[in-house]
């Protein structure tokens, strides 16, 4: 290709001009190519999670308020914060502020259970669970 700055020809991966010093427009290398077209990228992100949707819904259905679906999804963080929610919850109870921890980790467990159901619900590694 040529340079757009001074018109002399560069090689078609210089991302400056050797005449001009001037930075050149980034061209669709390869891998950009296969990134842009969507196929490798989307591929990996697109493949299913090894984990059981069936199993997920059951655990956010019958556990959900405690968080163990993300564990079981391999979503330790947020796993441990509906745990340690539910855990305050029960603290909480004892004071009557239980319900102040124990309602948003239900409304949470809700809708991951719903995620789970349509399976929209993805594992640690970022993969949707769909395979029942
Ligand atoms: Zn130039």
Request: charged share 15%; net charge positive; hydrophobic share 50%.
């Amino acid at each position: 290709m040529f340079c757009i700055h001074c018109g002399k020809p560069v090689s078609d991966d210089a991302a400056t001009c050797p005449e001009c010093g001037k930075a050149l427009p980034a061209l669709a290398t390869p891998a950009n190519a296969r990134q842009a077209d969507g196929h490798p990228a989307n591929d990996r992100l697109d493949a299913a999670s090894p984990k059981s949707r069936a199993a997920l819904s059951l655990l956010a259905f019958i556990l959900g308020t405690l968080g163990i679906h993300r564990l079981y999804a391999g979503r330790m963080p947020s796993g441990s914060v509906m745990l340690a929610l539910f855990l305050l919850g029960c603290i909480g109870s004892f004071y009557g502020v239980g319900i102040f921890f124990v309602l948003p980790a239900n409304v949470w467990a809700l809708i991951d259970f719903i995620l789970a159901l349509i399976g929209r619900f993805k594992d640690g590694s970022g993969k949707l669970i769909k395979n029942w």
